[in-house]
């Protein structure tokens, strides 16, 4: 769409803008002394999407909505997703005002779906929330409510070895770090050469999981009794032996026990799991904390069944399949209200993270927010416009900068291309590719006067 706007129009509009944003206008003086003048809110309209993918620890596919007014949005699938799941998503949304958040969101949540399938929707939101920021000189989480809180709280992966106290050293080596919460990968492969350790199933014996609460006491050991430390990747774990397992760690007060049931049930499996009630006859059988989200998009998708049930005792959504600001709030505001707390599950770029960050920083029952990327060098240098490293002593600051806070930082960015090229056109979706119903015309039908009309002949 061509910006036909004339200069006497755009200060007309900027005027009037002004107005409409005055409950951000003492703040965004205050925080955003560079507010984009030049956008005209009324008149924006969104007229490209566009697409880079990053290769990293996953992929990293990061989205752009272009505008006719020169302010654009970031937004990232979730990791080790495609970029295709947003870029079907461009001809839905090219000539509306991205401003209508809401609207759009609600238009395109019927193309969204558990597990990476959610990475569309949520990238979209993410690049929604980064320009209306922009437009109204304001950090996203300005959009959502108010800050809870300065910092986040972040916790990482590990590399986990067979030898418990190695295992236990490289935890200890993330304490050293400044990380506060931590997190240990618990595969039952660990101990699969140990005589008797695990079953034909790949399940863990008694003596099998003697063997792996080994590696727990060890890391307990080193980094103390009294921090937070969950538990995740047991294996193919059926009902039986989730509740198995789980009273197996509870002498060790894990924070919480992470996708546990793994096999036997409904959904599309292992992360994305739809069957509360195997959950909660698990929770009723141990008093290990159980975790489960970070396969799971929407409140009424995913999550709604798992809290009206108190099936489970803390979420931990990835916001990059969840639905990113809005709705990963609203999933978070209404398990506040079941007392359930949320962590976050992170496992992408910069740009997901200070969305999932933003967000993170408005709700009241936040815990913690993971971190895939600790180890990699480059992660930080991505983007720029943040204090770096991003994470420092195990916190990542809350922006206070417009939208999102960040710009890819493009020289970087392109020593990781997964595919040549930088943004590169996409007329290929410039078309309607998946709709859940679309009436183009002409169609046969009677008119007013009772004549059939455009009937179709061959
Ligand atoms: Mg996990």
Redesign the pocket.
Known sequence: MKDKLSRRDILHASAGAAAMASGFAAEAAQSAPDVNKNSAPSKLRITDMRAVTIAANYDYPIIRIDTNQGVYGYGEVRDAGVKGIALILKAHLVGENPLNMERLLRKIRLFAGQGRMGGGYSAVDMALHDIAGKVYGVPAWRLLGSKQRDKIRIYCDTTGHEDPKIYAERMKKRQQMGFTFFKMDLYTRLVKNRPGAVNHRGVATEKGLGYLCEYIEAVRDAIGWDVPLAA??FGPLNLNDSIRYARAFEPYDLAWA??ILQVGHLGPGG?APRNWRAYQEIKQATTTPLAIG?GLFGLEEGFKDFLDNHAVDII?PDPETSGALIETKRIADYADLQGIPTAV?FAGSPVGCMASVHMAATIRNFVAMENHAVDMPWWSDLVTGLPKPIIQNGYIQVPDTPGLGVELNEEVVKEHLRYPGYFEPTPEFNEVIVSGFRRVGPWPHYDENGNWCNCVTY
Request: aromatic share 0%; hydrophobic share 0%; net charge negative.
């Open positions: 995740d990747h992470e996708d992360d970070e931990h599950h």
